[in-house]
T-cell receptor, first 113, second 108 residues
Framework: DVKVTQSSRYLVKRTGEKVFLECVQD?????MFWYRQDPGLGLRLIYF???????EKGDIPEGYSVSREKKERFSLILESASTNQTSMYLC????????????FGEGSRLTVL | KQEVTQIPAALSVPEGENLVLNCSFT??????LQWFRQDPGKGLTSLLL?????REQTSGRLNASLDKSSGRSTLYIAASQPGDSATYLC???????FGAGTRLTVKP
């Protein structure tokens, strides 16, 4: 069974803290994505990675960075968390071929106080 | 930039009804289109994936169609059940942008 695992389902952090959200996939997928989901705004793409050590900005990269040192792991980093980064964060992966189906993790609910 | 729109935003139907959810996109140069289901507080579960060369895909009571030339896809749910209540989202590839979703409620 395919699996995308997000290490933390629920996090509570304080303003200014550095936050790491981890995502691991076991399907040997080349492409990985980070989205945030907010009521009324839908899913918005933060960053994506076509392969190891590659990264591309999505629609809302400000305040975030990413790391892809190994193929199976894609990390989202909030250098200095702010209250407007309170959200549901969703990680996804897929193969690089045109037929690739997108698979999601269960999500990480981040609250910044 | 690809824009994906889903109509209606919310839908409430009695159990047993057949229903159609709509997804439209602005750029027809897509590799595929994928429909997802999301339960509250959870991640997205893939329902159907339609390749750009296909016209439709079926899985159980679900049927998804794709008309690239008009920039539209529909998800047809037959004989709806209360367990179908969820938010349904579509996403188009190349760049995996999503619609805002349709929140479906099926009343017993």
């Amino acid at each position: 069974d395919v699996k995308v695992t997000q290490s933390s389902r629920y996090l509570v952090k304080r303003t200014g803290e550095k936050v790491f959200l981890e995502c691991v996939q076991d399907m040997d997928h080349e492409n990985m994505f980070w989205y945030r989901q907010d009521p009324g705004l839908g899913l918005r793409l933060i960053y994506f990675s076509y392969d190891v050590k590659m990264k591309e900005k999505g629609d809302i990269p400000e305040g975030y960075s990413v790391s892809r040192e190994k193929k199976e792991r894609f990390s989202l980093i909030l250098e200095s968390a702010s209250t407007n980064q309170t959200s549901m964060y969703l990680c996804a992966s897929r193969t690089s071929g045109g037929a690739g189906e997108l698979f999601f993790g269960e999500g990480s609910r981040l609250t910044v106080l | 930039k690809q824009e994906v729109t889903q109509i209606p935003a919310a839908l409430s139907v009695p159990e047993g009804e057949n229903l159609v959810l709509n997804c439209s996109f602005t750029d027809s140069a897509i590799y595929n289109l994928q429909w997802f289901r999301q339960d509250p507080g959870k991640g997205l579960t893939s329902l159907l994936l339609i390749q750009s060369s296909q016209r439709e895909q079926t899985s159980g009571r679900l049927n998804a169609s794709l008309d690239k030339s008009s920039g539209r896809s529909t998800l047809y749910i037959a004989a709806s059940q209360p367990g179908d209540s969820a938010t349904y989202l579509c996403a188009v590839r190349n760049d995996m942008r999503f619609g805002a979703g349709t929140r479906l409620t099926v009343k017993p």
